[in-house]
């Protein structure tokens, strides 16, 4: 099974400023998938960011607030751009594993990453 | 976008079995329903899928409707680690499909 990394875990952040966050796979994947969980929410899908081309994102959220970038099989990087307090949520990267399960829908999900807006 | 109804949030004691229910009236012949979990703080966990036949793995059951509107997710023996949210989502077994996420069940097993 697919291990996932994220970082940095959790962190505080001022109003208009920007945060990359980093999810490192222990194995190629093909398709990853950002999350997003606002306190006390669902997830909610923010994208999906495939290897070799640009990310493939939701209806409300764009590419200019939350950039994606593919460079390898093995790691993604989301930024939250110019953030504000309503992007304050915990950002999850997952994927879906494709050699011990592909094609049966088994997720893997990094712990996330605790973002706070102040 | 999700297509599943799960009451809210539900009990269950300690030893006994949990059965969760999940209403997916819509769904179309070729999409598969999951069962995912989420205990506090941590990302979401997989735990079961199936398609038109009774499913059981060493974490739970699941049992689908002959008409597959419905399902119901089992914990034979729920311990007080099963308390969660959990997640049923119905989407088509192609490699890259995205998962969409409900509201879920709050699942909160009493000693």
């Known amino acids: 099974s697919a291990v996932i990394s994220q970082k940095p875990s959790r962190d505080i952040c001022q109003r208009g400023t920007s945060l990359t966050i980093q999810c490192q796979v222990d194995s190629q994947v093909t398709m990853m998938f950002w999350y997003r969980q606002q306190p006390g929410q669902s997830l909610t899908l923010i ?35 110019n953030m504000s307090p309503e992007d304050s ?18 997720l893997f999900f990094g712990e996330g990453s605790r973002l706070t807006v102040l | 976008d999700a297509k599943t109804t799960q009451p809210p949030s539900m009990d269950c004691a300690e030893g006994r079995a949990a ?4 209403n997916h009236s819509t769904i ?10 989420q205990i506090h ?12 036949n ?8 699941l049992t689908i409707t002959e008409d597959r509107k419905s399902s119901t997710l089992i914990l034979p023996h729920a311990t007080l680690r099963d308390t969660a949210v959990y997640y049923c989502i119905v989407r088509v077994a192609t490699f890259g499909n995205q998962f969409y996420f409900g509201t879920g069940t709050s ?3 009493i000693p």
Request: glycine residues 8%.
């Open chain 2, 19 to 22: 059965n969760l229910p999940c």
């Open chain 2, 54 to 61: 009774n499913e059981t793995n060493e974490m739970a059951s």
């Open chain 2, 107 to 109: 699942l909160t097993v």
């Open chain 1, 47 to 81: 994208a999906t960011a495939n290897q070799g081309s640009e990310a493939t994102y939701e209806s409300g959220f764009v590419i200019d607030k939350f950039p994606i970038s593919r460079p390898n099989l093995t790691f993604s990087t989301l930024t939250v751009s």
């Open chain 2, 28 to 37: 179309s012949g070729n999409e598969y329903v999951y069962w995912y979990r």
């Open chain 1, 89 to 106: 949520s915990i950002y999850l990267c997952s994927v879906e594993d494709d050699w011990d399960a592909p094609g049966t829908g088994e």
């Open chain 2, 41 to 52: 703080s941590q990302g979401p966990q997989y735990i079961i899928h199936g398609l038109k």
